[in-house]
């Protein structure tokens, strides 16, 4: 059993979920309108992931005796500055993530619902890798600047990511 308002915060962080992976699905329509079919594809595989975070979410709310309810998806934004704006919205969107899986697992701790507390363990790590990933590629570009070739070779190092079995990639 999980509280009235764990599942409404678990619901919402369901929906944040999906949010995330129409953000990134909307960068994988930015760099295949590019023709940067590397980019595309990491950002591809990283809304994938996004659904496998949702799926998880939902599986756990629902062996708890709890229920998720479908709500509306905000549309994210449609066109992006630059290939470094992108990933500049990746990194503050996945901090803003982080924050709010750290609000869950308060909530989990100040209701006892340890339960809960051990499910969001794996999204704590999980936001370590995504904000450390994000980062690293955000100075890899900024080092490759105006560089093609360079940018070109990092291209060709994105076309290899693949979703992960558990999205623990
Ligand atoms: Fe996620
Ligand atoms: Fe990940």
Request: include cysteine; aromatic fraction near 12%.
């Amino acid at each position: 059993m999980i509280s009235d308002k764990m599942q409404q915060m678990l619901n919402e962080q369901y929906n944040k979920e999906v949010y995330s992976a129409h953000l990134y699905l909307s960068m994988c329509s930015y760099f295949m309108d590019r023709d940067l079919d590397g980019f595309a594809n990491y950002f591809r595989v990283q809304s994938q992931e996004e659904l496998q975070h949702a799926d998880k979410q939902f599986d756990y709310v629902h062996d708890v005796d709890g229920k998720i309810t479908i709500l509306p998806v905000e549309a994210p934004p449609a066109e992006f500055e630059s290939i470094i704006d992108c990933f500049e919205q990746t990194l503050a969107h996945e901090q803003y993530v982080t924050k709010s899986i750290y609000a869950l697992v308060k909530q989990a701790l100040e209701e006892g619902d340890f339960a809960t507390h051990t499910f969001l363990q794996w999204f704590i790590t999980e936001q370590v890798e995504e904000e450390a990933t994000v980062k690293n590629l955000l100075s890899k570009l900024k080092m490759i600047g105006d560089n093609t070739s360079a940018l070109y070779l990092l291209n060709d190092e994105l076309l290899q990511r693949q979703l992960g079995a558990e999205g623990a990639e």
